[in-house]
């Protein structure tokens, strides 16, 4: 490998005029990357990484002004190119990029061949028959199965999965030097994305080719990046390699981020570390320190004088005024309490307060007006009970029935058999204010959850208003009351959603469903819609908010890490089936079922001297239209046998834990890692 | 409470002019007095409120306001052009018409059953279509079929004679009129509605009403319909000015208003045949209903500024 630049930027910042002030989106940031490297650029939405991305390539709103020192390219400066030569030799050509979302990123008019060859025929002087051919060659390479049939088709008849291998094989079409991925794996499901991941990082190693990689999960960047470089607020403000940054964190900022993550300070810690404020506004100069209001080390000297950008060792720098007086300061709150709640005790189970009784769904799914129906069966006979006081954690990926399974337990679905019952009563017969007052819901994306027509205020009051409980002064006092239980400022009780930021939605969202005073609180992957930051922020205040009022939580999520955070029990979902059901220790240390393993597989914690591992699940989620015999886990299993393919396992309880597998008694996790 | 309400009330209300004391720990401006407060920054809005209420006034005060008999005919003096015109007369400040009666007289009356047809008939649109549009959107399935059939219906039957048949049926009068009109016009509402409302209905502010125990009716009406009110109020805007110029054909085929009654699609339709050599006649009514229709607009687009927000703290 040699040690020259690919790629070497100096003095980048983009501003974007807006009508009242121009915004800074990147300020003057220095990058270097060296062939067949991978640079991770962190960083929480707004900071700026993928503004970087489109200013490398020139592809900035038109409105966006771009100024740089240098762009130095393989030794040309792309600040000099022109639009024609940038669009003819560079993008796509020796610079390939993949963007977030694999949904909108293809155009779903042509088929895949033209788009896959488009790229080659138009700027290079080859044949149509020979970029078919590499087109084939390459959707061989990503992995997907019978990939010359696969030309003919359209976007729409692939999965997002699919997809997102269909535009890496585009962007590498032309054998790139330089990949850009930005967030290339965030819209999809853990098991996929391992995938995606760990054949990014194995096409990298056979091409040579050099990467940026643009993410916000800690856990991706250290298992892929060599090096790592942290922004905030349009700003660089510490790199290195991906062992030093994330071992031993200089920058504040860093650190903050790494107490957010769960699991970074060991499983046990009950307490997430959190980075108070906001991110300050981007528009205007900043002075001193941009992280000055959020760091708790932050001296006067931060507030006003701009940082020293200190140089530890060849490409290790960090920008920050470190100040002595604070050195030996604890930072965001995540070590002292995971000491004190160390000694808590293991609960004791309580009392079933809901039980899911061996529900079944079955949709039936037509095209067209005399389309043939088709079933779907979203459920099938579901056993589940949930116990007062503990935090039950439903994992799976996504079209595993987890949606379908809490919209039922709502009552927003009627099972066509089988039954859920809240104590005593079936929830199906309770009226639907009783039902309201027991058992509440807090959606995923706090963007949609909020109507945006109607103030805050109104929005936590509304279950109040709607179901007639108290008189009106009682219910504004509840309101804000709520609000303050809950962490938001008085002064946003007339503010809409739009005003307020994704962790200040999540936390009215939570309100709202709080305020009833239920028992059960059903969290649909609360968090995933949020930046790391304040994902712990809002896991803190659902776990402080459980034990002030005594709730009982089922969260359903896809991300292992926030289980093992927060759950006491863990039941793990496959195609409308509960596959494993136990303690969270048990599931988690040691899973009986293929299919947890592989989802504990493909769970990235941060771990630096680790890369992605080789995924352990062979092919993608199954559509649940045409379920496979026997086991549906069979066809992506490792371990199937012939018993697997023609008989359904029945359920058995291991040590406490629920199961539903044949190989449930021999399989081993441990063993597979051996 | 009422206490609290009044302190509410009042810290809003101190809020108005000191933005940054309700930083500190105030509620913020309540809704309705922080549209007001963007309210009056809002040009748009003023300008298009001020044409609206100038007409208005008008069209009440007509008896007081306009110079001359609306209905009186003089022979002797028709087809006087305006006072800026040659030949023109500042007795007669626009002129008179074909039977010699006082045109400024007759648009200030006839703003009188214009604007009343024009926002009598868009409402009476408006309620059918949206009703219809959020029952469709919202429950879907063999309802949103039949509706959907309905519109084909309703697209398919040439609107104008429908509304021949149904005036010679009930018979002759302004009220009809309105009723007829707005009767025919609600496709545009239903279809932008029950768009809209599919998109919403599988949003998670709807499950969460849901979950809160919200009846449809309380889900599709607090929750959905708010939503819509920009899209309603464009189509809104479109549809006066159409009712207005329907109401013209209506009358000119002589199942409008009743003869001697001004209005201005009447006064256009009249004005066509003598429009080589006496434009004002047709300009003059065609003016007032592009100020109407802009002000309407004006108005519609500022209520919408006014009452989106788009601004994070």
């Given at each position: 490998?040699?040690?020259?630049?690919?790629?070497?930027?100096?003095?980048?910042?983009?501003?974007?005029?807006?009508?009242?002030?121009?915004?800074?989106?990147?300020?003057?940031?220095?990058?270097?990357?060296?062939?067949?490297?991978?640079?991770?650029?962190?960083?929480?939405?707004?900071?700026?990484?993928s503004?970087?991305?489109?200013?490398?390539?020139?592809?900035?709103?038109?409105?966006?002004?771009?100024?740089?020192?240098?762009?130095?390219?393989?030794?040309?400066?792309?600040?000099?190119?022109?639009?024609?030569?940038?669009?003819?030799?560079?993008?796509?050509?020796?610079?390939?990029?993949?963007?977030?979302?694999?949904?909108?990123?293809?155009?779903?008019?042509?088929?895949?061949?033209?788009?896959?060859?488009?790229?080659?025929?138009?700027?290079?002087?080859?044949?149509?028959?020979?970029?078919?051919?590499?087109?084939?060659?390459?959707?061989?390479?990503?992995?997907?199965?019978?990939?010359?049939?696969?030309?003919?088709?359209?976007?729409?008849?692939?999965?997002?999965?699919?997809?997102?291998?269909?535009?890496?094989?585009?962007?590498?079409?032309?054998?790139?030097?330089?990949?850009?991925?930005?967030?290339?794996?965030?819209a999809?499901?853990?098991?996929?994305?391992?995938?995606i991941?760990?054949?990014l990082?194995?096409?990298?190693?056979?091409?040579?080719?050099?990467?940026?990689?643009?993410?916000?999960?800690?856990?991706?960047?250290s298992?892929?990046?060599?090096?790592?470089?942290?922004?905030?607020?349009?700003?660089?403000?510490?790199?290195?390699?991906?062992?030093?940054?994330?071992?031993?964190?200089?920058?504040?900022?860093t650190?903050?981020?790494l107490?957010?993550?769960?699991?970074?300070?060991?499983?046990?810690?009950?307490?997430?570390?959190?980075?108070?404020g906001?991110?300050?506004?981007?528009?205007?100069?900043?002075?001193?320190?941009?992280?000055?209001?959020?760091?708790?080390?932050?001296?006067?000297?931060?507030?006003?004088?701009?940082?020293?950008?200190?140089?530890?060792?060849?490409?290790?720098?960090?920008?920050?005024h470190?100040?002595?007086?604070?050195?030996?300061?604890?930072?965001?709150?995540?070590?002292?309490?995971?000491?004190?709640?160390?000694?808590?005790?293991?609960?004791?189970?309580?009392?079933?307060?809901?039980?899911?009784?061996?529900?079944?769904?079955?949709?039936?799914?037509?095209?067209?007006?005399?389309?043939?129906?088709?079933?779907?069966?979203?459920?099938?006979?579901?056993?589940?009970?949930?116990?007062?006081?503990?935090?039950?954690?439903?994992?799976?990926?996504?079209?595993?029935?987890?949606?379908?399974?809490?919209?039922?337990?709502?009552?927003?679905q009627?099972?066509?058999?089988?039954?859920?019952?809240?104590g005593?009563?079936?929830?199906?017969?309770?009226p639907?204010?009783?039902?309201?007052?027991?058992?509440?819901?807090?959606?995923?994306?706090?963007?949609?959850?909020?109507?945006?027509?109607?103030?805050?205020?109104?929005?936590?009051?509304?279950?109040?208003?709607?179901?007639?409980?108290?008189?009106?002064?009682?219910?504004?006092?509840k309101?804000?009351?709520?609000?303050?239980?809950?962490g938001?400022?008085?002064?946003?009780?007339?503010?809409?959603?739009?005003?307020?930021?994704?962790g200040?939605?999540?936390?009215?969202?939570?309100?709202?469903?709080?305020?009833?005073?239920?028992?059960?609180?059903?969290?649909?992957?609360?968090?995933?819609?949020?930046d790391?930051?304040?994902?712990?922020?809002?896991?803190?205040?659902?776990?402080?908010?459980?034990?002030?009022?005594?709730?009982?939580?089922?969260?359903?999520?896809?991300?292992?890490?926030?289980?093992?955070?927060?759950?006491?029990?863990?039941?793990?979902?496959?195609?409308?089936?509960?596959?494993?059901?136990?303690?969270?220790?048990?599931?988690?240390?040691?899973p009986?079922?293929?299919?947890?393993?592989?989802?504990?597989?493909?769970?990235?914690?941060?771990?630096p001297?680790?890369?992605?591992?080789?995924?352990?699940?062979?092919?993608?989620?199954?559509?649940?239209?045409?379920?496979?015999?026997?086991?549906?886990?069979?066809p992506?299993?490792?371990?199937?046998?012939?018993?697997?393919?023609?008989?359904?396992?029945?359920?058995?309880?291991?040590?406490?834990?629920?199961?539903?597998?044949?190989?449930?008694?021999?399989?081993?996790?441990?063993?597979?890692?051996? | 409470?009422?206490?609290?309400?009044?302190?509410?009330?009042?810290?809003?209300?101190?809020?108005?002019?000191?933005?940054?004391?309700?930083?500190?720990?105030?509620?913020?401006?309540?809704?309705?007095?922080?549209?007001?407060?963007?309210?009056?920054?809002?040009?748009?809005?003023k300008?298009?409120?001020?044409?609206?209420?100038?007409?208005?006034?008008?069209a009440?005060?007509?008896?007081?306001?306009?110079?001359?008999d609306?209905?009186?005919?003089?022979?002797?003096?028709?087809?006087?052009p305006?006072?800026?015109?040659?030949?023109?007369?500042?007795?007669?400040?626009?002129?008179?018409?074909?039977?010699?009666?006082?045109?400024?007289?007759?648009?200030?009356?006839?703003?009188?059953?214009?604007?009343?047809?024009?926002?009598?008939?868009?409402?009476?649109?408006?309620?059918?279509?949206?009703?219809?549009?959020?029952?469709?959107?919202?429950?879907?399935?063999?309802?949103?079929?039949?509706?959907?059939?309905?519109?084909t219906?309703?697209?398919?039957?040439?609107?104008?004679?429908?509304?021949?048949?149904?005036?010679?049926?009930?018979?002759?009068?302004?009220?009809?009129?309105?009723?007829?009109?707005?009767?025919?016009?609600?496709?545009?509402?239903?279809?932008?509605?029950?768009?809209?409302?599919?998109?919403?209905?599988?949003?998670?502010?709807?499950?969460?009403?849901?979950?809160?125990?919200?009846?449809?009716?309380?889900?599709?009406?607090?929750?959905?319909?708010?939503?819509?009110?920009?899209?309603?109020?464009?189509?809104?805007?479109?549809?006066?000015?159409?009712a207005?110029?329907?109401?013209?054909?209506?009358?000119?085929?002589?199942?409008?208003?009743?003869?001697?009654?001004?209005?201005?699609?009447?006064?256009?339709?009249?004005?066509?045949?003598?429009?080589?050599?006496?434009?004002?006649?047709?300009?003059?009514?065609?003016?007032?209903?592009?100020?109407?229709?802009?002000?309407?607009?004006?108005?519609?687009?500022?209520?919408?500024?006014?009452?989106?927000?788009?601004r994070?703290?």
């Amino acid at each position: 490998m040699t040690t020259a630049s690919i790629l070497d930027i100096q003095d980048l910042s983009v501003e974007i005029p807006t009508d009242s002030a121009t915004l800074k989106a990147v300020r003057g940031i220095s990058l270097d990357l060296k062939r067949g490297e991978t640079l991770g650029i962190v960083g929480e939405s707004g900071s700026g990484k993928s503004m970087t991305a489109l200013a490398i390539m020139n592809l900035l709103p038109p409105s966006a002004r771009r100024a740089a020192a240098c762009i130095n390219f393989d030794g040309s400066d792309l600040t000099h190119s022109g639009e024609r030569e940038l669009a003819t030799k560079v993008r796509g050509q020796r610079i390939g990029m993949i963007f977030q979302e694999p949904m909108t990123s293809l155009n779903p008019v042509y088929s895949i061949g033209r788009q896959l060859t488009e790229t080659m025929t138009l700027h290079r002087n080859v044949s149509g028959a020979e970029a078919e051919q590499r087109a084939i060659q390459l959707l061989e390479k990503v992995g997907l199965p019978d990939p010359a049939s696969r030309l003919k088709q359209y976007p729409h008849e692939l999965s997002g999965g699919q997809r997102q291998r269909v535009m890496i094989a585009m962007a590498l079409m032309n054998e790139p030097e330089l990949l850009i991925a930005d967030e290339p794996t965030t819209a999809l499901d853990v098991t996929i994305q391992a995938q995606i991941l760990y054949l990014l990082q194995d096409l990298q190693k056979e091409l040579g080719m050099s990467m940026i990689l643009i993410t916000h999960d800690l856990g991706v960047v250290s298992r892929s990046a060599d090096k790592i470089a942290v922004m905030y607020a349009g700003d660089i403000v510490e790199t290195g390699t991906a062992e030093e940054v994330l071992r031993n964190p200089q920058h504040p900022y860093t650190q903050g981020l790494l107490e957010c993550v769960p699991g970074y300070r060991g499983n046990d810690a009950h307490r997430l570390g959190s980075i108070p404020g906001i991110v300050p506004s981007m528009t205007g100069t900043i002075r001193g320190c941009a992280f000055a209001s959020r760091c708790p080390r932050a001296v006067d000297a931060c507030k006003t004088d701009l940082p020293p950008r200190k140089q530890l060792g060849p490409g290790r720098t960090y920008v920050c005024h470190d100040p002595d007086a604070t050195r030996n300061q604890a930072t965001f709150g995540a070590e002292e309490a995971a000491n004190e709640v160390a000694v808590e005790l293991p609960k004791t189970p309580g009392d079933t307060v809901l039980t899911v009784d061996s529900v079944s769904c079955t949709f039936s799914v037509r095209r067209g007006l005399f389309g043939k129906r088709k079933s779907l069966k979203a459920l099938d006979t579901v056993n589940l009970d949930i116990r007062k006081g503990e935090v039950l954690a439903l994992v799976g990926e996504s079209g595993c029935g987890k949606t379908t399974l809490s919209r039922t337990i709502m009552g927003l679905q009627q099972p066509d058999t089988g039954s859920v019952s809240l104590g005593q009563h079936e929830i199906s017969t309770l009226p639907a204010g009783q039902r309201a007052r027991m058992i509440q819901p807090i959606f995923q994306d706090p963007y949609s959850s909020l109507n945006p027509r109607k103030t805050i205020g109104d929005i936590i009051g509304r279950p109040l208003v709607v179901n007639r409980i108290g008189s009106k002064s009682e219910q504004l006092a509840k309101v804000h009351k709520m609000m303050e239980h809950v962490g938001l400022p008085r002064r946003v009780f007339n503010s809409y959603p739009d005003q307020l930021s994704g962790g200040q939605r999540q936390r009215a969202a939570i309100g709202r469903a709080l305020i009833m005073d239920p028992e059960i609180v059903i969290c649909d992957e609360p968090t995933s819609a949020l930046d790391v930051s304040v994902q712990a922020q809002i896991l803190n205040l659902l776990l402080d908010l459980r034990d002030e009022l005594d709730l009982t939580y089922l969260f359903v999520t896809h991300d292992l890490s926030v289980v093992q955070h927060m759950a006491d029990r863990v039941a793990v979902m496959y195609l409308g089936e509960i596959v494993e059901c136990g303690d969270r220790s048990q599931v988690l240390s040691n899973p009986k079922h293929p299919y947890t393993s592989a989802l504990l597989d493909s769970a990235l914690s941060i771990s630096p001297d680790l890369s992605v591992p080789a995924p352990g699940l062979s092919g993608e989620f199954p559509n649940p239209m045409n379920r496979p015999s026997g086991c549906p886990f069979h066809p992506r299993c490792p371990v199937a046998e012939q018993q697997c393919r023609e008989e359904v396992p029945k359920p058995e309880i291991i040590d406490t834990t629920f199961v539903k597998c044949w190989k449930a008694r021999t399989f081993s996790h441990q063993a597979k890692h051996q | 409470m009422m206490t609290t309400r009044q302190a509410l009330g009042d810290a809003s209300i101190a809020s108005v002019d000191t933005p940054s004391e309700l930083e500190e720990g105030g509620l913020g401006l309540s809704p309705t007095m922080a549209a007001l407060k963007r309210a009056r920054k809002h040009h748009g809005l003023k300008i298009g409120f001020g044409i609206l209420l100038v007409m208005a006034v008008f069209a009440l005060f007509a008896p007081w306001l306009a110079p001359h008999d609306p209905y009186l005919q003089n022979l002797s003096l028709r087809m006087l052009p305006p006072v800026w015109t040659e030949g023109g007369n500042w007795e007669y400040l626009l002129g008179t018409d074909h039977l010699g009666r006082d045109y400024l007289s007759r648009l200030i009356h006839g703003a009188r059953i214009s604007m009343t047809i024009g926002l009598g008939a868009a409402s009476i649109g408006a309620v059918i279509g949206v009703t219809l549009g959020l029952i469709a959107g919202y429950f879907g399935g063999w309802i949103d079929q039949a509706v959907n059939f309905l519109v084909t219906c309703q697209l398919a039957v040439p609107s104008l004679l429908l509304i021949m048949a149904l005036v010679f049926v009930i018979g002759q009068s302004v009220t009809v009129v309105i009723f007829v009109i707005g009767a025919t016009h609600w496709v545009f509402y239903l279809v932008v509605t029950r768009s809209a409302t599919l998109r919403l209905r599988e949003l998670d502010f709807v499950a969460a009403a849901n979950a809160m125990g919200c009846s449809k009716f309380q889900i599709a009406v607090r929750e959905v319909l708010p939503n819509l009110v920009n899209q309603i109020m464009v189509i809104f805007t479109l549809e006066v000015a159409v009712a207005i110029l329907n109401e013209a054909t209506l009358s000119f085929l002589g199942l409008g208003i009743p003869s001697p009654l001004p209005s201005w699609g009447l006064m256009i339709a009249e004005g066509k045949t003598a429009m080589f050599f006496q434009p004002w006649l047709v300009i003059l009514p065609g003016i007032a209903l592009f100020i109407l229709v802009i002000a309407i607009n004006l108005l519609g687009d500022g209520v919408r500024d006014v009452t989106v927000t788009n601004r994070r703290n």
